[in-house]
């Protein structure tokens, strides 16, 4: 069993920046893949970004250019850096791993950006 534990999370004007974490109770080295989603009210999940096992990186085309994720081996932790914030990237956002053919997910961390 995994665990996953998002922080970072808060409250943000618009253009303003912010870095998540996820810490995992597992070498992220052992994952697949890691990688943030994120869902707004009334919204699906939604990938935002991906980082797979050999460090190659996959970005939700309305993100791309403004968010950043980056893996820590060492810390077992996955980041992503967020900037250029946009009222519509409000959402509670969720760390997933892959290992083998099993899912993880964190309890999720609430971004809120301001108009």
């Known amino acids: 069993q995994v665990q996953l534990v998002e922080s970072g999370g808060g409250l943000v004007q618009a253009g303003g920046s912010l870095r998540l974490s996820c810490a995992a109770s597992a070498s992220v080295s052992s994952m697949q893949a890691m990688s943030w989603y994120r869902q707004a009210p009334g919204k699906q999940r939604e990938l935002v970004a991906r980082?797979?096992?050999?460090?190659?990186?996959d970005y939700a085309h309305s993100v791309k250019g403004r968010i950043t994720i980056s893996r820590d081996n060492a810390k077992n932790t996955v980041s992503l850096q967020m900037n250029s914030l946009k009222p519509e990237d409000t959402a509670v956002y969720y760390c997933?791993?892959?290992?083998?053919?099993?899912?993880?997910w964190g309890q999720g961390t609430q971004v809120t950006v301001s108009s």
């Open positions: 997933h791993a892959l290992r083998g053919w099993i899912v993880y």
């Open positions: 980082i797979i096992d050999g460090g190659s990186t």
